[in-house]
Antibody
Framework: EVHLVESGGDLVQPGRSLRLSCKTSGFIFGDYAMSWFRQAPGKGLEWVGLIRSKGYGGASEIAASVKGRFSISRDDSKSIAYLQMNSLKSEDTAVYYC?????????????WGQGTLVTVSS | DIQMTQSPSSLSASIGDRVTITCRASQGISNYLAWFQQKPGKAPKSLIFDASSLQSGVPSKFSGNGSGTDFTLTISSLQPEDFATYYCQQYNGYPITFGQGTRLEIK
């Protein structure tokens, strides 16, 4: 059974950094791309970025709203995807979800984690 | 960026009803359209991909249709567990974008 579990969410001050983890199980992690999404309180879903599998080059795509501040990486030996968040702003306050992507023409999400809350406030 | 517009933003319906939610893309996205269900305080759940293909384990009461710019999600015979917020999402290109959501409430 596919499982994705996010961790690392916390209350942090503006300008600080935070790294989220997405621990996975139930599938061959190295074969899949992984995505991050977020949802601000009371708002809709927003795509943050994606990292391809190493078999497809391992490159990432990042949303313009966080480009230059956020980055995505992966450790296939541990089956974990990471979201590194630097220079955090109050508008980054959200529940962050990781998701597994399956490639059928284009990458699409099939499984989601339960989310982890990041609060940016002084 | 491709803008996704859902209608209605909210919808009241009764148990047993059949409802349809519409999603329109600002430009053609072929059939690269997904639908997700989200209940309060929970993670989204994948329902439909490629506009009309049912995710494994999702009941056939959910159906999707459309191609190009206009898409629909239909839910038949509404049950209490179906009342949630529904989002469409295009994955034809980056950035991936979502509709604003449709909140389905019990009448």
């Amino acid at each position: 059974e596919v499982h994705l579990v996010e961790s690392g969410g916390d209350l942090v001050q503006p300008g600080r950094s935070l790294r989220l983890s997405c621990k996975t199980s139930g599938f061959i992690f190295g074969d899949y791309a992984m995505s991050w999404f977020r949802q601000a309180p009371g708002k809709g879903l927003e795509w943050v970025g994606l990292i391809r599998s190493k078999g497809y080059g391992g490159a990432s795509e990042i949303a313009a709203s966080v480009k230059g501040r956020f980055s995505i990486s992966r450790d296939d030996s541990k089956s974990i995807a990471y979201l590194q968040m630097n220079s955090l702003k109050s508008e980054d306050t959200a529940v962050y979800y990781c998701a597994r992507d399956i490639l059928t023409g284009y990458y699409r999400v099939d499984f989601w984690g339960q989310g982890t809350l990041v609060t940016v406030s002084s | 960026d491709i803008q996704m517009t859902q209608s209605p933003s909210s919808l009241s319906a009764s148990i047993g009803d059949r409802v349809t939610i519409t999603c329109r893309a600002s430009q053609g996205i072929s059939n690269y359209l997904a639908w997700f269900q989200q209940k309060p305080g929970k993670a989204p759940k994948s329902l439909i991909f490629d506009a009309s293909s049912l995710q494994s384990g999702v009941p056939s009461k959910f159906s999707g249709n459309g191609s190009g710019t206009d898409f629909t999600l239909t839910i038949s015979s509404l049950q209490p567990e179906d009342f949630a917020t529904y989002y469409c999402q295009q994955y034809n290109g980056y950035p991936i974008t979502f509709g604003q959501g449709t909140r389905l409430e019990i009448k």
